[in-house]
């Protein structure tokens, strides 16, 4: 078991994933991921969630060797998602005398996914509540849709720690050395990022809450400056972007469009352009460029025309900046098309459904490969762009 402090009597019983290639299989995970788990040690004992059936062994095995002779009186369920109540049937097994506590939600939630009798089992919590464990106090406050409709997080009084469920998670095993805020900001945007009314409505809870700790169900313990961390959610959930730049996402099937698109980096970088990023959608992370243009102010969306519409990397981009609520920033189209181009048309779309887009006119067409006019076009956009 990794050596993770909490507090001397709140214990980290979690477990690294090295060996899983996409979570939720969409997102690449080089560095692994980490499904944390906790137990509190007082005169009752309450395990804080469980992990992904894909560590069962390994997350039982931690549990016992934390507990010794006793037994857990709570399985306290933030969150029903399967990597963090994988385990739910396998402890409640082993410790038939154990209670489940969380809220309404939950119970209905959990016969969908397992088979075992809830009777005489369940503590149903509401928004407020508190259960005692002696020295401490365990108060539960709803999360509803941050970013499943059951979640909720807890507050343990006398330590002041917050059980802050997917928030202020990571991707990442608990022993990746790197900055928080990339990887965290990855996993937001695309997991939580449609909902940021919700996670708003959370933050305004956990001010009212006097927190030293937070203990999130990925990635590591924060202990210091929880301003920062605290700062980048109110920023990341209001759809603000987080500085100022200019990403560049481009849909190339022979080149000719990235080699446009390669070059107008340049032209911006030589106008004095800072934090200019580009990416090729057909063969870069989709999910950091969706970050990524959720971190900077500015995106350029360059595409040829595939089928009469847009080349598939493309459409998938602009739906997943759709579904996630993208909007507040200002947006320029390129196309390409050899005959008919028909991408520009196709982005515009995508665009004037999002909120607060501010559309840098006119669409630079190219037919085939940059022209003269077209490099000409392209620095008139640069400097519509700065």
């Not at 994988?86 to 088979?115: C, R, W």
Request: charged share 25%; aromatic share 10%; hydrophobic share 40%.
């Amino acid at each position: 078991m990794k050596d993770v402090t909490v507090t001397e009597s709140i214990l980290y019983v979690g477990c690294d994933d090295k060996d899983i290639d996409l979570f939720e299989s969409q997102y690449h995970v080089p560095n692994g991921v980490s499904y944390n788990s906790y137990v509190i040690m007082d005169e009752k004992v309450a395990v804080m969630d469980t992990t992904d059936p894909r560590v069962t062994k390994e997350w039982l095995s931690n549990v016992e060797k934390v507990l010794k002779d006793r037994t857990p009186d709570y399985l306290v369920i933030n969150h029903m998602e399967p990597d963090h109540a994988g385990n739910i049937q396998k402890i409640a097994e082993k410790y038939p005398n154990m209670k489940l506590v969380s809220n309404a939600k939950v119970f209905t939630m959990l016969p969908q996914f397992f088979d075992f009798d809830l009777a005489d089992r369940t503590i149903v919590v509401k928004e407020g509540d508190t259960l005692s464990l002696g020295t401490h106090t365990l108060q539960f406050f709803l999360a509803p849709m941050v970013h499943w409709p059951e979640a909720m997080v807890t507050y343990e009084q006398s330590e002041k720690v917050l059980f802050s469920a997917d928030g202020f998670g990571k991707f990442g095993a608990l022993d990746t050395e790197e900055e928080w805020a990339d990887e965290a900001r990855r996993y937001f945007i695309n997991i939580v990022g449609k909902y940021g009314t919700q996670v708003q409505a959370l933050l305004k809870k956990a001010a009212t809450l006097d927190i030293a700790v937070i203990c999130p169900l990925h990635g590591p313990i924060l202990k210091e400056n929880l301003g920062y961390y605290i700062g980048k959610y109110l920023t990341w959930s209001s759809y603000e972007p987080e500085e100022e730049g200019i990403v560049v996402a481009c849909a190339s099937i022979h080149g000719n469009t990235k080699r446009a698109m390669q070059k107008f980096v340049e032209i911006l970088k030589e106008k004095g352009a800072k934090n200019v990023v580009f990416f090729d959608l057909a063969r870069d992370d989709m999910a950091e460029a969706i970050s990524c243009a959720y971190r900077y102010d500015r995106l350029v969306l360059a595409s040829a025309t595939y089928d009469a519409s847009l080349f598939p990397c493309m459409e998938d981009f602009l739906y997943h900046l759709k579904i996630k609520n993208f909007q507040n920033r200002k947006a320029a189209i390129v196309e390409n098309g050899s005959w008919a181009p028909m991408a520009g048309k196709h982005i515009k779309a995508y665009l004037e459904g999002m909120k607060d887009i501010q559309l840098v006119e006119p669409v630079v067409t190219i037919k085939s490969t940059m022209s003269g006019k077209n490099l000409e076009e392209l620095k008139a956009l640069a400097d519509a762009l700065l």
